[in-house]
């Protein structure tokens, strides 16, 4: 519930830092947009010229992660809804299950009955049909969600909108795209197909100085007056711009727990330590998220847990016990709790046997999931489980699956 955070009768302790955490949450929409006035402008001035009843050619926009698409867009679409007699749907696509609810979400969206199994046809031929009476802006965020990117046709109904219903004004729809993706930017870009037929907006990374000054006017926000220190929030931002490929929702996010941090240790104000510790919870929290979707990076923690099982004759490390745990529904692969620990030689054989069955299962899956053959990949044969933390670190961080030897 939004402003849950601020209940208090009294009993709860009093906030010492944080006052506002809504304004720390990466979803929050930003009152101000810093340093994005070029991508901004050009989104502006389509809508606009939609106003004017012009035709728009679909706008795709791209950036890395945490770079403001989903910021711009959402303030865009507010803006928009102040000052427009333009509709606007925002859809995220990433949230859908397959490609074709994207049409029945739009609907949705537009408050129009849905049925399943209609057909594209008639889903276009309903929303064709709603926005000759009323313009619509149409926004589709994370865009790969839906997209195969060896062909990305599901983009041709929304991009060739105007030639399939030649009788809808132009003036009455607009589609605006986004993704982080670099498959589907390349795949998009290269496509002859698609040059003429779309308007490319890039979000480029955000230097040091930017990062500090979306972060500086987000914190200033939402904590208690003095209780950061400039110098910190600087660091941080450094952090972001040479370490997190300057995602500034890992900057925002790492920034809220050393904020938790500091309350814990009823601080005043938060420190570079608090900063530190963080770092390394939210680094976790990542690689725990990043386990469910590459399970590459599954792989290379059984291998580290297995090595410092045979190593080692048991396992302390608490930073891995999350895959140990039986109890984490979510992991197919936790090892049983009894084979956890202990240092008998019978055991540790067992124990082998058990991460051999994990690592077969993650051949299958990884078959089935075809990224098995990708020359992206090469096992990482590195015995000190320490090293292989780093190597799953360092994927992370480039988002991509690298190749090491040991
Ligand atoms: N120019 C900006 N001004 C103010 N806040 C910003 C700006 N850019 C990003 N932010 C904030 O940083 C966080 C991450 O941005 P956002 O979610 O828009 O990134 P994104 O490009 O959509 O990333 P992804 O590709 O992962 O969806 C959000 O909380 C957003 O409000
Ligand atoms: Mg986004």
């Known amino acids: 519930m939004e402003g849950e955070d601020n209940i208090n009768w009294g009993v709860l302790p009093t906030p010492k830092i944080i006052q506002h955490r809504e304004k720390l949450r990466p979803t929050y929409v930003p009152e101000v947009l810093v340093g994005r006035d070029h991508q901004y402008g050009k989104l502006v001035k389509a809508v606009l010229e939609l106003v004017e009843g012009i035709t728009i050619l679909p706008h795709m926009i791209y950036g890395s992660s945490g770079s403001g698409k989903t910021a ?30 994207i049409y029945t979400q739009l609907m949705k969206e537009l408050g129009l009955p849905t049925k399943i199994g209609l057909g594209i046809p008639t889903y276009l031929n ?5 926005v000759t009476d009323n313009p619509t802006l149409f926004i589709i965020d994370e865009i790969d969600g839906i997209i195969d990117s060896s062909g990305a046709k599901e983009l041709y109904p ?20 986004a993704t982080n993706n670099m498959d589907v930017q390349i795949a998009i870009s290269s496509f002859t197909d698609y040059k003429g037929y779309l308007e490319e907006v890039r979000f480029d990374a955000y230097g040091v100085e930017e990062i500090y000054h ?49 309350e814990k240790k009823r601080r005043d104000s938060v420190s570079r330590e608090d900063v530190l510790i963080a770092e390394e919870e939210h680094m976790l929290s990542e690689l725990r998220k990043q386990m469910y979707t590459e399970p590459i990076i599954t792989l290379f923690v059984i291998r580290a847990i297995t090595q410092s099982i045979i190593e080692d004759g048991g396992i302390d490390r608490p930073d891995l016990y999350f895959l140990l745990n039986p109890k984490n529904k979510e992991s197919n692969y936790a090892i049983p709790e009894q084979y956890a620990t202990g240092s008998d030689t019978y055991l540790n054989r067992q124990i082998y046997s058990v991460v051999r069955d994990l690592e077969k299962q993650f051949m299958v899956h990884l078959k089935q999931k075809n990224v098995y ?32 030897h040991s």
């Not at 003095?226 to 711009?241: A, G, P, Q, R």
């Open 72 to 101: 711009t867009m959402k303030v865009l679409q507010k803006e928009t809804h102040r000052r427009t007699n333009k509709n606007v749907v925002y859809v995220n696509a990433r949230t859908l299950k397959t490609p074709v609810l």
């Open 126 to 130: 309903n929303i064709a049909e709603y």
């Open 158 to 177: 929304f991009i060739r909108f105007n030639e399939i219903y030649p009788n809808v004004p132009g003036g009455n729809f607009g589609f605006m795209f």
């Open 214 to 262: 979306i972060l500086h006017q987000r914190v200033r926000e939402a904590l208690i007056p003095k209780t950061f220190d400039e110098k910190v929030l600087h660091n941080l931002s450094e952090k972001i711009f040479y370490q997190h490929n300057s995602n500034l929702r890992h900057g925002l996010q790492i920034f809220a727990l050393s904020c938790d941090e500091a």
């Open 373 to 404: 053959k990708t020359d992206k990949i090469t096992w990482c044969s590195s015995s000190d489980p320490k090293e292989v933390l780093e190597l799953t670190k360092k994927i992370m961080e480039e988002k991509k699956l690298v190749t090491t």
